[in-house]
């Protein structure tokens, strides 16, 4: 199609590409039943597609843009209604016109996103011609303005979560001799699961660690994801000064007031490895899902703490272990274990099938959440892998 | 999810069912809230037909705790079942919301 893209359509490629599943249906059941007219649709126009996100009697998904009436409706503010389309030179050709379904009626008002510019339209069909009324025309209008709320908030939440997508390290940390690799599916656009790894120098003066983190503060969504990134900020502060069990007693002290305020808590797991000899410190917080495993066998890197946030105070004193070249430490959220029903004996039973030398950290860690995603889990999911190399 | 509530003179015995997570869990911690505002702040969570707890449920628990606590009072919980057990003991919560087996155990004191 030869007309410029716009930020408008920009937007809608964006907002067709995450979809949620029942946010716009209500909407469009609304104006479907009101009009009664047998086809009532939302239709973002992208580029040089329509996407039909939410519609009834006519299929979601794709088609080209010059074939739809809506991305004529986008041009302009306001409604755009056709008595019998078949007797307009713009549309009487259009597939949905000269084939199945054969619609004769169009009414749409276009539906603005957060840039101001239209992204897409609501329209309602009819098989025979028909004109709306004034109240007909405003009702439209009004759905139309429910439908940009809906919008609004879609978007806000999937920056939310490209936010906090872009704070995972993504790049291997400057240190030799050892792999990492972390991947998080939040069950909705942002979550309360994170990981993340940096380097420090340990204030024993031995040189370098990999400080390694798996967080999950209670609950879903952005509001979890708020508390999740300022954990992970302070305690990235505390991590650069101090031991890790001396940062994690820290991060609880300067989170305080916020987890309580909000009546959260976060489980912590924090390790911090010295890829040359193995040596590996770590706390856990009330997280308990941290193995060190290899064909031999698993040991839990477990202690009894608490996790952050709760109404009692709580110590954090680090523990020990050794990470050999043969082993691998994986960490997981909760969202992982609820699918292998909480069964340690029946994790490292899938586990096992992928301790594979060939395989790498990035591909274990699909394999783990590509696992749970397809075990239908229904929390935040995360996976954290590391050995040394 | 709707749950039962009993009014036992002492105490106050909330049992939800089902699962106990991010949709049962609020409509529980504002009842908990209710409850300890108006002087009740003795409570049994009878968890005997919960089946699954996630992160939200917990923190409706412990959200209920603080509260009963802070009015001088308790939230202890009963009858939890292996998911529920096993949740309270992998994050620890165990040491301070100890599971009782039967709500008859965890009011033996009030």
């Known amino acids: 199609m030869a007309m410029p893209a716009s930020t408008g359509r920009q937007e809608a490629e964006a907002l067709a590409r995450n979809v949620p599943e029942e946010r716009y249906d209500r909407v469009v059941r609304l104006a479907q039943a009101i009009f009664g007219a047998p086809i009532a649709a939302l239709n973002l126009i992208g580029n040089d597609s329509q996407f039909t996100v939410a519609s009834i009697g006519y299929p979601k998904g794709e088609m080209p843009a010059e074939d739809s009436v809506c991305h004529m409706t986008v041009q302009h503010q306001e409604i755009l209604e056709v008595r019998d389309l078949r007797e307009d030179e713009r549309f009487a050709s259009i597939p949905a016109v000269t084939g199945p379904p054969r619609v004769r009626f169009y009414a749409g008002v276009p539906v603005r996103g957060q840039s101001g510019q239209n992204v897409g339209a609501l329209c309602i069909l009819d098989l025979v011609p028909r004109t709306l009324g004034r109240q007909q025309r405003e009702m439209l209008a009004d759905l139309g303005a429910l439908l940009e709320r809906e919008l609004a908030v879609q978007e806000e939440m999937d920056l939310a979560g490209q936010v906090q997508q872009l704070m995972l390290p993504t790049s291997a940390p400057d240190i030799a001799g050892v792999e990492v690799a972390g991947r998080v599916q939040p069950a909705r656009e942002a979550g309360g699961d994170y990981f993340d790894w940096f380097v420090v120098d340990d204030p024993s003066g031995t040189g370098r660690r990999l400080q390694m983190v798996l967080g999950d503060v209670m609950g879903k969504g952005l509001a979890a994801s708020l508390i999740a990134s300022e954990v992970r900020a302070v305690l990235r502060g505390h991590s650069r000064y101090s031991d890790v069990g001396a940062a994690v007693a820290q991060t609880s002290t300067t989170t305080r007031h916020d987890l309580e305020a909000n009546n959260r808590f976060s489980t912590l797991w924090v390790g911090r490895l010295d890829p040359a000899t193995g040596a590996l410190d770590y706390v856990d917080a009330g997280h308990g899902l941290a193995v060190i495993a290899s064909q031999r066998g698993y040991r839990r890197l477990y202690q009894e703490y608490l996790p952050l946030g709760m109404p009692i105070e709580d110590s954090w004193d680090k523990a020990s272990d050794v990470l050999g070249r043969d082993e691998l430490l994986v960490v997981v959220s909760d969202g992982v274990f609820d699918v292998l029903d909480d069964s340690f004996d029946k994790a490292y039973a899938k586990l096992q099938e992928i301790l594979d030398p060939e395989l790498s950290c990035r591909q274990i860690v699909d394999r783990i959440v590509d696992y749970a995603v397809s075990h239908a889990a229904t929390d935040d999911v995360t996976a954290l892998a590391v050995r040394r190399t | ?110």
Do not use: C
Request: aromatic share 4%; hydrophobic share 45%; net charge negative.
């Open chain 2, 1 to 110: 999810m709707s749950f039962e509530e009993a009014d036992l003179g002492t105490h106050v015995v909330l049992a939800p069912e089902g699962k106990f997570n991010l949709v049962a869990a609020p409509p529980l911690k504002a009842r908990i809230d209710d409850l300890v505002a108006a002087g009740r702040s003795r409570l049994v969570v009878d968890l005997g037909a919960v089946d699954f707890i996630d992160s939200s449920g917990l923190g409706a628990l412990i959200g209920g705790l603080k509260s009963a606590r802070q009015q001088g009072g308790d939230l202890r919980i009963a009858g939890a079942g292996d998911q529920v057990r096993a949740v309270l003991k992998l994050t620890n919560l165990d040491r301070i919301l100890a599971p009782y087996d039967t709500v008859e155990e965890a009011v033996h004191d009030w």
